[in-house]
């Protein structure tokens, strides 16, 4: 499975992106599609997922109320709607997919596209 994502900009405080993750190659193998960011200096942490077939859903705590994640099954396409922005959210966001079951690992990733929010 291939992953591009695309969507990242410069907002500020209080302001909204989408971004979108379109996948390619053997998507008819996805069970899983998630978001991850990594901040300056920071690891990677987790955002949010949906399962690919029923869109079940679940978000890290700190992005809960805020972000959205969705997936358009026709397009191959999941997104991440985040509102209510904060300097925080400031990261490179990298869209992943686990094929096969819910213990395979993340091993298709995309490019990342970096959000910068501004105070």
């Known amino acids: 499975v291939q992953l591009q994502a695309s969507g990242g900009g410069l907002v500020q405080a209080g302001g909204s992106l989408r971004l979108s993750c379109a996948a390619s190659?053997?998507?008819?193998?996805?069970?899983?599609m998630a978001w991850f960011r990594r901040a300056p200096e920071k690891e990677r942490e987790f955002v949010a997922q949906?399962?690919?077939?029923?869109?079940?859903?679940y978000y890290a705590d700190s992005v809960k109320g805020r972000f959205t994640i969705s997936r358009d099954n026709a397009k191959n396409t999941v997104y991440l709607q985040m509102n209510n922005l904060k300097p925080e959210d400031t990261a490179v966001y990298y869209c992943a997919a686990k094929s096969g079951s819910v213990t395979s690992p993340f091993a298709s990733w995309g490019q990342g596209t970096q959000v910068t929010v501004s105070s």
């Open positions: 190659g053997r998507t008819f193998s996805i069970h899983t």
């Open positions: 949906i399962n690919w077939s029923n869109g079940n859903t």
